[in-house]
């Protein structure tokens, strides 16, 4: 099994509770101002929870969002399900995503849901199949290399809903990902419950353009958060890719 059909489990959701509706809230409203999703078709490929797929709905979009992890989708459509018109959910492998060829307006993968593979052709190969599906616009939101190497920190623990989580993190240089281990420990009696792990590639900026414009598509536009800052390579935590089919590099 591999780790990301593991990884995003029921605790996923208690590990990551932060990431809320708010901040997905915030980077839409950086990436896509004003009304500029309303009647948008509108891919959410790793869409976990919903909490893209909430804030897209209540700006107008019209909204899909594809899943490999059963409890995720569950928790999205309990999320999703007091809204009038329920955004809809799939389950499905974003490698061979079951939609035709640009039946979406713009596609979104936020909070690194491109790096999760073992190889280059594989990463090219989802490349590739994200274009396929995406009539317009695409947007990567990636970890900025620079900071996570430098801020990276290698042991941490954590209380949340009754366990104990210690996470354990490392950078690997071929290829090039960050790890993180965590194991989970009942609170009373110490016991081991669980562990987890991740491995997500870190990808320089000229390697996301060299993969997507090898399929067509251009950077538009590279924010540092998502707040809409410019992106610093030095300084800025994130890398959120605005990618355009056939656009220009643009600021």
């Known amino acids: 099994m591999s780790w990301f059909e593991k990884a995003f489990g029921r605790r996923y959701l208690e590990l990551y509770r932060h990431r809320d509706a708010t901040e997905a ?47 995720l989708l569950t928790r999205a459509r ?10 809809r959910l799939v389950r499905g492998d974003m490698r061979a995503l079951p939609f035709g060829s640009r039946r ?15 190889t280059r052709s594989a990463h090219a190969a989802l490349a ?15 970890p900025n290399p620079t900071v996570v190497e430098r801020d990276l920190v290698a042991e941490s623990r954590r209380e949340i809903s009754g366990v104990r989580a210690e996470e354990r993190r490392w950078i690997e240089s071929d290829p090039h990902r960050v790890c993180k281990t965590v194991r989970i420990y009942d609170l009373a009696t ?27 598509f251009r950077v538009e536009t590279l924010l540092g958060d998502y ?22 590099r643009g600021g």
Do not use: K, N, W
């Open 78 to 87: 309990e999320v999703l399900s007091p809204l009038q018109r329920s955004p």
């Open 227 to 248: 707040d809409g800052e410019a992106f610093d390579p030095h300084q800025s935590p994130r890398c959120l890719f605005r990618l355009r089919r056939g656009g220009p």
């Open 190 to 216: 110490d016991r081991l419950l669980e562990e987890l792990e991740e491995r997500v590639h870190l990808f320089e900026v000229d390697e996301i353009e060299s993969y997507f414009g090898d399929v067509g």
């Open 104 to 118: 979406f307006d713009l596609t979104l993968c936020m909070f690194t849901t491109f790096g999760y593979f073992e």
């Open 25 to 71: 809230d915030r980077a839409l409203r950086s990436l896509f101002p004003d009304h500029a999703l309303a009647g948008r078709s509108v891919l959410d490929v790793g869409c976990g929870p919903g909490r893209y797929l909430r804030v897209l709905y209540e700006r107008g979009a019209d909204a899909v969002g594809v899943d490999l992890s059963s409890d």
């Open 128 to 142: 590739r199949e994200l274009a396929r599906v995406t009539g317009a616009v695409l947007i990567l939101d990636l």
